[in-house]
T-cell receptor, first 111, second 116 residues
Framework: EDQVTQSPEALRLQEGESSSLNCSYT??????LFWYRQDPGKGPEFLFT???AGEEKEKERLKATLTKKESFLHITAPKPEDSATYLC????????????FGTGTRLTIIP | NAGVMQNPRHLVRRRGQEARLRCSPM?????VYWYRQLPEEGLKFMVY????????ESGMPKERFSAEFPKEGPSILRIQQVVRGDSAAYFC??????????????FGSGTQLSVL
């Protein structure tokens, strides 16, 4: 069974204080690892897809990286508007199209 | 180009009633997914549908829950004889196809179901 574990559960940073969020996964053949952002009362918003170890993708202050066992979401010089819950999910090569999600990291950026 | 539309946003039902949740995918999208989110838990897959076909319902409870995506109209998630444990946020997502760069899912804003 595919599993995704995210850490920490919650993270409070000062504005401008860079950090990283972790996503550890076990999957029977990784077809894709996905990062989403979710604001309170809203649905997840797509950020990145990573397909193979060593791959990196960037968008504004966010950079996602992937190894064979985990992914990191690096946040550089965050702003208050980056406050949200960040979700990691995996899709397997075998069986079906479903995404298996972690429980997320709730990020708060303090001005 | 409107995003994934879900309605209602909030639905209150008494135990034993039926709940119907609607989802209109993004224009041009033929794949629909339903997920459930409980407080402090991750999104859990329920069902994956294409037009007029259920492709994977491995995450759907065997009783009381059903889903459809007719040729015309929105996808419907139906919960019969609701119980308090059904209270959750239900999210719908859509994608244009599977494989390659079209694999990402676009989510709606969800329906918050509260069972009294």
């Amino acid at each position: 069974e595919d599993q995704v574990t995210q850490s920490p559960e919650a993270l409070r940073l000062q504005e401008g204080e860079s950090s990283s969020l972790n996503c550890s996964y076990t999957v029977s053949g990784l077809r894709g690892l996905f990062w989403y952002r979710q604001d309170p009362g809203k649905g997840p918003e797509f950020l990145f897809t990573l397909y193979s170890a060593g791959e990196e993708k960037e968008k504004e202050r966010l950079k996602a990286t992937l190894t064979k066992k985990e992914s990191f979401l690096h946040i550089t010089a965050p702003k208050p508007e980056d406050s949200a819950t960040y979700l990691c999910a995996v899709r397997s090569n075998f069986g079906n199209e479903k995404l298996t999600f972690g429980t997320g990291t709730r990020l708060t950026i303090i001005p | 180009n409107a995003g994934v539309m879900q309605n209602p946003r909030h639905l209150v039902r008494r135990r034993g009633q039926e709940a119907r949740l609607r989802c209109s995918p993004m224009k041009g999208h033929s794949h629909v997914y339903w997920y459930r989110q409980l407080p402090e838990e991750g999104l859990k897959f329920m069902v994956y549908l294409q037009k007029e076909n259920i492709i994977d319902e491995s995450g759907m409870p065997k009783e009381r829950f059903s889903a459809e995506f007719p040729k015309e109209g929105p996808s419907i998630l139906r919960i019969q004889q609701v119980v308090r444990g059904d209270s959750a946020a239900y999210f719908c997502a859509s994608s244009p196809a599977i494989g390659g760069t079209n694999e990402k899912l676009f989510f709606g804003s969800g329906t918050q179901l509260s069972v009294l």
